[in-house]
């Protein structure tokens, strides 16, 4: 910084020395330009006779020359000339006037081009003037009007030939000028060129500079050891990279003490640190969005490298789309060798983020548009499973024998008088398949966090009678579906008796006095026992985790670690476990139960909670996961409507626009229908690419999101951690 300092002033100088030059110059080559004006005006207003009258000034009549040549004139003028802003030559006109009661002649004329003030650098326009006078007081009197306004006043000779000397003079001074001034320009330009080649890199000096001052201010100073002393978090893999690093850094400095680096034992909860790459980092955005694990928790955005594609892929699944999606992301990949690490415009800069997670969602809205089989909402046939049957009064279809479509949904379908109730059907079935299964994933990742932190009361007061609940509920209603898919019900003559699960459903809860057959043997011994069990759950859930976390507090108030050590008299060491607890309400109440010492991530103190507290938030948890079972459920329906809107605005782009240009030039010639094609094309391309590519899209990411976040991450994810942050050059680059 020393050497950089000196460096900057060396180049201030410098600089500033040219400027003062230059500014010299400035001034020079202006009055010159000034001189130049006021001998050619002069020579012209002198060689005027005195006749009449100007500009209703009395001028008195001689009948002669101004100019003094052989005895001609009998009376001499004094003469004083100049130049005057155009701005304020009116004023500075009639005060001569007054101020002289009219015993002058002025002559003044307007310089077509502006002067530029070397002071200012402003371009001002000017009149350039001569006035006639007679007697030192009016001499006086008109210099010092001229000082009030401005004036800037030029010697001027009285004879032609000494005016015309002069001239000749100022030109050749002007091009003299003129020369110096080009070499000053050229040589500040080398000067501030060099400075602007240099500015990056000084600015990033300083700024690193200045970042590892910062840094060292959050270190300790010994004054036994005379020491600075440093504490902070290191990643367990990294911990021999930064032992290297300290060696290196000691070597390449010459330091005769070493740098030490200890491991040292602490009750605060670590920073969370994931390793990411390019790919992962995207869906690692998306979790951190909602809020960072805690430290050791799990991590969702593992399953969301899957789940989130998948599901933005069942809501705008179509091949056709997915292509041209898969097209955007390709591009965005192409350029990341020329845009990685330059800033962008936000609106490109977000995506190509994301670059890698729209690719994955393209690939996967690819895979579920062939599922569906729709290429721009234009079925894909490669063998039907139905065959034509043209029967009166209807056309109807019917399954040939020994054959199944081979992949994804039959293109008969497609077109059917009873397309949309088929794939209604298929579609909310599917949603809610889906969503049970990723809620039951959220509750077994609670389990996980419940086994690792040593939680046991988690494990069988919250995820056990969880669990239960959900799959007495919901996970029945799975059941029942994938039962109703494979059941045959038009080959067992029930074509028209196939159960509607919202009923079975709601029947199972609320019995009815003409409840529906049963479609398998013992179902409503199976229903009683699933309803017994979600009703025993709830109270489980309620009320066993605070009254054993308030007797666990009174057991640690008489020296256990727990009741059931209390209960059986037998205390152990508490163990030490360096992990901020599970709520923040009930941080002491937990503490007590499992034996944990919990540190703060800033050696915060935790109050105590009373029973009552402990019961109220239990309450509010159980009664949020009751209701949220059927909300969150009710809520993966979007995946059935965004993927049925998807589906049908495509159709209605594909027919509405397309098909009805088609039309309107079919049979009308080669010309007529190509061009009306190509029209129908354009827009419908058009449509598709600013509506369901860019809005639609949008719609399904957002979508997706909100399933991870509230329906998924909900179930098992605190996300009140703090991100490990390092020290880092480029972030504080980005940063600055």
Known sequence: MDELEAKFEGLEKSLADINAHQLSLDISYNQLIEIRHVLEF????????????NDGLIIPETGGSLLAEEGRLSVRFASVSGLVPRAAFEAFEKICFRATRGNLYMKSAE??????????GAMIEKNVFVIFFQGQRLETKIRKICEAHGVNL??????????????????????????????????????????????????????????????????????????LIAEGWCPVKCTEDVQMALRTGRERSGALIPSILNIVPTTETPPTYFRTNKITSGFQDIVDSYGTARYREVNPAVFTIVTFPFEFGIMFGDVGHGVLLLIVASLLIKMESQWEGKKLNEMIAMPFKGRYTIFLMSLFAIYIGALYNELFAVPMNFGSNWLYVNEAPYNTFRPA??????????????????????????????????????????????????????????IWFEFVPRILFLMSTFGYLVFMIFFKWNYNWAGE???????????????????????????????QTVESILVYIAMICVPMMMFPKPVLLHFDQKAKE???????????????????????????????????????????????????HDFGEMMVHQGLETIEFVLGCISHTASYLRLWALSLAHSELSTVFWEKIFGTFWEMGHGKGVFVSGLGTFIGW???????????????????????????????????????????????????????
């Open 42 to 53: 002069a020579e012209k207003a002198r060689n005027q006779p005195l006749s009449g009258a």
């Open 111 to 120: 310089i077509p081009t502006p002067i530029r003030e070397p002071s200012t």
């Open 154 to 227: 030029y010697p001027c000779p009285d004879t032609s030939s000494e005016r015309l000397s002069l001239l000749d003079q100022a030109n050749a001074k002007l091009d003299e000028i003129q020369l110096v001034l080009e070499r000053g320009l050229e040589q500040r330009y080398q000067l501030l060129s060099g400075i602007g080649t240099a500015l990056n890199a000084w600015f990033e000096h300083v700024q690193r500079e200045k970042s590892i001052y910062h840094t060292l201010n959050m270190f300790n100073y010994d004054l036994g050891r005379r020491c």
């Open 401 to 458: 024998s020994n054959w199944t479509y081979p992949f994804g949904v039959d293109p008969v379908w497609k077109g059917a008088t009873n397309e949309l109730t088929f794939y209604n059907s298929l579609k909310m079935k599917t949603s809610i398949v889906i969503g049970v299964i990723q809620m039951t994933l959220g509750l077994f990742m609670h389990l996980f966090n419940a086994v690792y932190f040593k939680l046991p009361y988690d």
């Open 493 to 523: 003559g029930k074509a028209h008796d196939a159960p509607v699960l919202l009923n079975e459903l709601i029947f199972m809860f609320l019995p009815s006095p003409n409840p529906p057959e049963p479609f398998y043997a013992g179902k």
């Open 682 to 736: 354009s827009i419908w391309f058009m449509a598709t690419v600013l509506v369901i590519l860019a809005m639609e899209s949008l719609s399904a990411f957002l979508h997706a999101l909100r399933l991870h976040w509230v329906e998924f991450q909900s179930k098992f994810y605190r996300g009140d951690g703090h991100p490990f942050v390092p020290f880092s050059y480029v972030r504080k680059e980005e940063e600055a």
């Open 558 to 608: 008489h020296g256990y670690s727990n009741t059931l050590n209390w209960i059986l008299k037998r205390k152990e060491q508490i163990e030490v476990v360096a992990y901020a607890d599970e709520q923040q309400e009930e941080l002491q109440a937990l503490e007590d139960a499992d034996g944990l010492h919990i540190g703060g991530a800033h050696h915060e103190e935790h109050e105590e």
